[in-house]
């Protein structure tokens, strides 16, 4: 039997709390997202500590993590991997790529040109990639974690919608605020704090427990009244005046599953409608598209989620 998803939850606030100052609920949505097998999109300035937590937070589930960095001359085969002839057998042989492991960052997939993107959308929704026309199954617990930078548009290529709407979430990283700030500064000034160890003290998360947990959000019960709540939210979106294209099926179905994980969470075995509220902005915000005069009035994503929010009838 393993830990309850909020224990393990403590466990990794604790772990990422030794490297990461601030940032808690984006990090806790983050967390509870990799143990759910979502895929989420990291957006935040540079040096806000994005890639270090994803560090931090495959370490503390001791799971299999490598990295890509976004560039414009980035190849599909960098990511999925190609046949290479080994020229002692004659044979080809299939050189794994980065794809091939538990966590995979993304880092600045923007930067990629959209053939490479592309590249991520089989392994995203199937957990395989074809190589040569060969199927090759991915590890079970594969799960991409992308960063994008908000403000960086030379040299960057907007995300298709067909992949947005892959990532579970899209969770924003802001500036720290002053005293968090502060921290910081305090903390690189010892040596031995100024640079994360690289493994965290504590023991990692074992597989067996991510599986549980799992579980155990999977089992939360939801009632018929907050199915029907669910699915009226994100058909609401469809209909807005200020939306161009609304929410798809798929996140409906994202916004249940990562709404269940936050009642486990809680400590409950069934859902409640402020669960869906509370992690409904995550989920639906970077699957918006947005009318043009919508735009131009500055109106966002997170508002009309509000406005939608407020609109819909919560069950009794």
Same mark, same amino acid.
């Given at each position: 039997?393993?830990?309850?998803?909020?224990? =393990?939850?403590? *466990?990794? $606030?604790?772990?990422?709390?030794?490297?990461?100052?601030?940032?808690?609920?984006? %990090?806790?949505? =983050?967390?509870?997202? %990799?143990?759910?097998?979502? *895929?989420?999109?990291?957006?935040?300035?540079?040096?806000?500590?994005?890639?270090?937590?994803?560090?931090?937070?495959?370490?503390?589930?001791?799971?299999?993590?490598?990295?890509?960095?976004?560039?414009?001359?980035?190849?599909?085969?960098?990511?999925?991997?190609?046949?290479?002839?080994?020229?002692?057998?004659?044979?080809?042989?299939?050189?794994?790529?980065?794809?091939?492991?538990?966590?995979?960052?993304?880092?600045?997939?923007?930067?990629?040109?959209?053939?490479?993107?592309?590249?991520?959308?089989?392994?995203?929704?199937?957990?395989?990639?074809?190589?040569?026309?060969?199927?090759?199954?991915?590890?079970?617990?594969?799960?991409?974690?992308?960063?994008?930078?908000?403000?960086?548009?030379?040299?960057?290529?907007?995300?298709?919608?067909?992949?947005?709407? $892959?990532?579970?979430?899209k969770l924003k990283m802001d500036y720290p605020a002053a005293a968090e700030?502060? !921290?910081? %500064?305090?903390? *690189?000034?010892?040596?031995?704090?100024?640079?994360?160890?690289?493994?965290?003290?504590?023991?990692?998360?074992?597989?067996?427990?991510?599986?549980?947990?799992?579980?155990? /959000?999977?089992?939360?019960?939801?009632? @018929? @009244?907050?199915?029907?709540?669910?699915?009226?939210?994100?058909?609401?979106?469809?209909?807005?005046? /200020?939306?161009?294209?609304?929410?798809?099926? $798929?996140? !409906?179905? *994202?916004?249940?599953?990562?709404?269940? @994980?936050?009642?486990?969470?809680?400590?409950?075995?069934?859902?409640?409608?402020?669960?869906?509220?509370?992690i409904a902005a995550p989920v639906l915000r970077h699957r918006l598209v947005? $009318?043009?005069?919508?735009?131009?009035?500055?109106?966002?994503?997170?508002?009309?989620?509000?406005?939608?929010? !407020?609109?819909?009838?919560?069950?009794?």
């Amino acid at each position: 039997m393993g830990k309850p998803l909020a224990e =393990l939850a403590q *466990h990794a $606030r604790a772990e990422l709390g030794k490297v990461i100052v601030g940032q808690e609920a984006p %990090l806790e949505t =983050l967390f509870l997202t %990799l143990v759910c097998g979502g *895929h989420v999109l990291l957006e935040g300035v540079p040096g806000l500590g994005k890639t270090l937590a994803v560090r931090t937070l495959a370490r503390t589930l001791g799971v299999r993590f490598r990295r890509v960095q976004g560039t414009p001359d980035l190849m599909p085969a960098d990511i999925t991997g190609s046949s290479v002839l080994d020229m002692a057998t004659s044979q080809f042989r299939v050189h794994e790529g980065p794809v091939f492991t538990d966590l995979l960052l993304a880092d600045e997939i923007n930067r990629m040109p959209p053939r490479t993107q592309a590249a991520l959308l089989e392994s995203m929704q199937e957990r395989q990639v074809t190589i040569d026309g060969v199927a090759r199954s991915l590890s079970p617990l594969f799960t991409v974690v992308a960063t994008q930078n908000p403000v960086e548009f030379e040299g960057t290529y907007p995300l298709p919608e067909a992949e947005l709407d $892959r990532f579970t979430v899209k969770l924003k990283m802001d500036y720290p605020a002053a005293a968090e700030e502060e !921290a910081i %500064l305090a903390r *690189h000034q010892q040596p031995e704090t100024a640079a994360p160890a690289p493994d965290p003290a504590a023991a990692p998360i074992a597989a067996a427990e991510i599986v549980a947990a799992r579980d155990e /959000a999977s089992a939360v019960r939801v009632d @018929a @009244a907050l199915l029907t709540y669910v699915a009226a939210i994100v058909r609401r979106t469809r209909e807005w005046p /200020a939306v161009a294209l609304g929410a798809s099926p $798929r996140a !409906a179905i *994202h916004l249940m599953q990562i709404a269940k @994980a936050v009642a486990a969470l809680e400590g409950r075995d069934f859902l409640l409608p402020d669960d869906v509220k509370r992690i409904a902005a995550p989920v639906l915000r970077h699957r918006l598209v947005m $009318r043009a005069e919508a735009d131009l009035e500055g109106m966002t994503s997170d508002q009309v989620i509000g406005d939608v929010l !407020a609109a819909v009838p919560v069950p009794k």
